[in-house]
């Protein structure tokens, strides 16, 4: 294990012979930081096996020479390095941060275990344009991680394949993490990807054929795209935006406080998918999860209502639990409509809402 550490203006580190850096391996790196000024003089070096590296803009080294990274993390910050001469990646951590750019063509095919990929900052870029196909962690100790955060954009135009295990997130406003290419989003035995979208962080898709992850969104999370399609295996959550076509075969879950999860476009609820909708809440146990699709809504599959722990219902209370442009189909089965307090509840379908209506049985 090593650390080369050169920031501030006149630190210099040579060593001139040095064109390998290998750290200690098993599961151990060692690290290297050139940074505000300082120097590095070296073989040149051509190779980096289990070595984290920070470069930013003002740090000076022979980073064109590379050509093997493995292993290890990349971070860039404030600038777009030449790494044109790169031509082996191999579980490699790469980090866009404070305005860098990463741009690493003629890669098509990947191995990404326990790694992250990640642009961090307003102006990050991270980009890999000819990048097909990720083989991600095989067990949940792998965790494979696709990131945008605090305005960073991560773009993968032509990834059609994630296989493995995946966490996709993007946080804060303008943060976007885009997979307009993806086709499929498999899991692994026992583990399900988690794709997470909040405080205006989007997750851009095209026309996924199979999503086999849980969907989170928050408030001013956005997911977009053509069509979206989610797995038997799946679970999707808001409140939060799905700006796409949207076929679920997954549970969409609505119990996170009295807010909405929107659909802008239309949905398909398959005969294997269930809608939770938990009512009672809010402090004064008038509200309810709401799914708003703004576009048709074709009904299938199971409706569950949930009753919140505090909420004692009364004969009267009303709660709207879905609304669309316009309805085909119904639930092919409902259940929880046995409240409390010996009252039951009773469907009340229109052609533009479902409101759950308590009664006496």
Do not use: C
Not at 2 to 10: C, E, L, P
Not at 187 to 199: D, L, P, V
Not at 281 to 305: F, H, K, M, P, W
Request: net charge negative; no cysteine; charged share 20%.
């Amino acid at each position: 294990s090593f650390w080369i550490i050169a920031v501030g203006a006149g630190s210099e580190i040579h060593i001139p012979l040095i064109t390998e850096l290998i750290g200690p391996g098993d599961g151990d790196t060692a690290d290297m930081n050139v940074e505000k000024e300082g120097r590095l003089v070296a073989g040149p070096i051509t190779r980096m096996d289990h070595v984290d590296f920070t470069l930013d803009e003002t740090g000076v080294m022979p980073i064109t020479a590379i050509t093997e990274l493995s292993s290890g993390e990349l971070e860039i910050l404030d600038f777009a390095p030449d790494l044109s001469n790169l031509t082996t990646l191999q579980n490699q951590s790469l980090v866009a941060r404070s305005g860098g750019t990463i741009l690493l063509p003629g890669f098509s095919n990947l191995n990404m275990a326990d790694v992250v990929l990640e642009a961090n900052g307003q102006g990050s870029l991270l980009i890999l344009p000819d990048l097909e196909h990720i083989n991600g962690g095989q067990t949940v100790l792998e965790t494979t991680t696709l990131r945008a955060l605090q305005g960073g954009r991560v773009d993968l135009p032509k990834l059609t394949t994630l296989s493995g295990d995946f966490l996709l997130s993007s946080t804060a406003d303008d943060s976007v993490l885009s997979l307009k290419a993806l086709e499929q989003l498999t899991n692994i035995e026992n583990a399900k990807a988690r794709i997470s979208s909040s405080n205006g962080g989007t997750i851009e898709f095209g026309s996924p054929t199979l999503i086999r992850g849980d969907i989170r969104t928050s408030l001013t999370g956005m997911i977009t795209g053509d069509t979206l399609t989610t797995g038997d295996e799946s679970i999707i959550q808001g409140p939060g935006a799905i700006q796409t076509d949207f076929v679920s075969q997954a549970i969409i879950r609505l119990n996170n406080g009295a807010e909405t999860l929107i659909v802008e476009g239309n949905v398909e609820l398959d005969t294997s998918s269930r809608l939770e909708i938990t009512i009672g809440l809010g402090t004064d146990r008038t509200g309810n999860g709401l799914l708003q699709v703004t576009g048709s809504a074709s009904l299938g599959g199971t409706l569950e209502i949930i009753q919140s722990g505090l909420y004692s219902p009364q004969v009267d209370d009303s709660f709207e639990i879905v609304t669309y442009g316009s309805k085909t189909g119904n639930f092919s089965a409902t259940e929880g409509l046995d409240l409390k307090n010996n009252l039951v509840g009773q469907l009340e379908i229109t052609d533009q809402s479902i409101t759950l209506n308590v009664v006496a049985p």
